[in-house]
């Protein structure tokens, strides 16, 4: 059974730091590019982040950009975000989400993870 | 950054009648890049509809898109009770990705 489980949400201050996790199971999950994408109720789904499915190339919304780094090691099946310098603007459910088609960079997000909690506060 | 532009905002209507749902992009969305998602409360989106028109694995064919360019449709043929969710539009073509503000389909 495909499936993603985020883990490492939690209650951070602002200027503060998380890891999130993202463990694949059910697929090769070497050979999928991977986003995490996050949702407020405010503003909505917000895309956040991609890796390819090599970890070759990343790319980030300007909002993160510069403070979040997505990564992945594919000898685990294991996704991460490294976010730094958490802004009250970053809490939301953060997913961990697969693109559908193989090797590629381009696809619509086919499996998302039931997502974790980040809340930026004091 | 392209805009996509979901109306209604919300859509009253009742089990088996016809549901036709709208997403306007700012600029033309690169290869029909297109996708629909469909999430009920405390769960994940769901993908319904790929490369505007393609169904996605195990999705029923009551759901249909289309459109092309900057014009989007989602249809559901006959709403049956499970249905009743918000419903995001999705460009997946140029970065940065970006979804729509969603459309609520209630109970009428």
């Known amino acids: 059974q495909v499936q993603l489980v985020e883990s490492g949400g939690g209650v951070v201050q602002p200027g503060g730091s998380l890891r999130l996790s993202c463990a694949a199971t059910g697929f090769t999950f070497s050979y999928y590019g991977m986003h995490w994408v996050r949702q407020t109720p405010g503003k909505g789904l917000e895309w956040v982040a991609f890796i390819r499915y090599d970890g070759n190339n990343k790319y980030y919304t300007d909002s993160v950009n510069g403070r979040f780094t997505i990564s992945r090691d594919n000898s685990k099946n294991t996704l991460y975000l490294q976010m730094n310098s958490l802004r009250p603007e970053d809490m939301a459910m953060y997913y961990c989400?697969?693109?559908?088609?193989?090797?590629?960079?381009?696809?619509?997000?086919?499996?998302w993870g039931q997502g974790t909690m980040v809340t930026v506060s004091s | 950054e392209i805009v996509l532009t979901q109306s209604p905002g919300t859509l009253s209507l009742s089990p088996g009648e016809r549901a036709t749902l709208s997403c306007r992009a700012s600029?033309?969305?690169?290869?029909?890049?297109l996708a629909w998602y469909q999430q009920k409360p405390g769960q994940a989106p769901r993908l319904l509809i790929y490369?505007?028109?393609s169904r996605a694995t195990g999705i029923p064919d009551r759901f249909s898109g289309g459109g092309s360019g900057t014009d989007f449709t989602l249809t559901i043929s006959r709403l049956e009770p499970e249905d009743f969710a918000v419903y995001y539009c999705q460009q997946y073509g140029s970065s940065p990705l970006t979804f729509g503000g969603g459309t609520k389909v209630e109970i009428k």
């Open positions: 600029q033309s969305a690169s290869g029909n890049y």
């Open positions: 490369g505007a028109s």
């Open positions: 989400v697969k693109v559908g088609a193989s090797g590629t960079t381009r696809g619509a997000f086919d499996i």
